[in-house]
């Protein structure tokens, strides 16, 4: 059992160029997530997948799009970089969003918009 | 709008005595509330959580309280071990998991 991956663990972007960062969770969960975190803030959330086939708007959704692409499977892209993306994402998957549970997280993607 | 707020950004202790991380929230309408712990370079992990019907929850070294009239609740970690050595971050959501509201972390340093 992997539970939460990501790829990949490090990038660099130059401004304007796209990129696609990938999760994948082995659990069966039907709920997915993408935050980023930056220094003196906490984890915010970018997007959430409640079910395959769903995707809403979370916090912070501006630059940001993603697809779900299977249960297994949720992606986060960016179109157009700019410095302020400069953070560490993490993916993160529950069994359910409408419960209150525990999210399971993925190791992170440290990503450098230059 | 940071509606939950880590005021330490960090915390030091000697093995074996007592930690305390603190968390405030300013959003009445949460009504649960966790604590995720991250270690470098990996995601964070939940650590313990506590609805809003209930003023305590332990598990084993960990107990969180939760002060609803403040809206405080604090992580206690006895004893501390070295292996503590951590980021603790608080969280809270209102209803589901669809709105997530984390602190900025503590990070804990304990010392041999």
């Known amino acids: 059992n992997a539970g939460v991956t990501q790829t990949p663990k490090f990038q660099v972007l130059k401004t304007g160029q796209s990129m696609t960062l990938q999760c994948a969770q082995d659990m069966n969960h039907n709920s997915m997530y993408w935050y980023r975190q930056d220094p003196g803030m906490g984890l915010r959330l970018i997007y959430y997948?409640?079910?395959?086939?769903?995707?809403d708007k979370g916090e912070v959704p501006n630059g940001y799009n993603v697809s779900r692409l299977n249960k297994r499977e949720f992606s986060l892209r960016l179109e157009s970089a700019a410095p302020s993306q400069t953070s560490v994402y993490f993916c993160?998957?529950?069994?359910?969003?409408?419960?209150?549970?525990?999210?399971?997280f993925g190791p992170g993607t440290r990503l450098l918009v230059l | 709008d940071q509606q939950v707020k880590q005021n330490s950004p960090s915390l030091s202790v000697q093995e074996g005595r007592i930690s305390i991380l603190n968390c405030d929230y300013t959003n009445s309408m949460f009504d649960y509330f966790l604590w995720y712990k991250k270690y470098p370079a990996e995601g964070p992990t939940f650590l313990i959580s506590?609805?809003?019907?209930?003023d305590k929850n332990e598990d084993g070294r960990f107990t969180v309280f939760l002060n609803k009239s403040a809206k405080h609740l604090s992580l206690h970690i006895v004893p501390s071990q070295p292996g503590d050595s951590a980021v603790y971050f608080c969280a809270a959501s209102a209803g589901n998991n669809n709105d997530m509201r984390f602190g900025a972390g503590t990070r804990l340093t304990v010392k041999p």
């Open positions: 993160a998957s529950s069994p359910d969003s409408y419960f209150q549970e525990t999210q399971y």
């Open positions: 997948s409640a079910s395959e086939g769903t995707t």
């Open positions: 506590i609805s809003s019907i209930k």
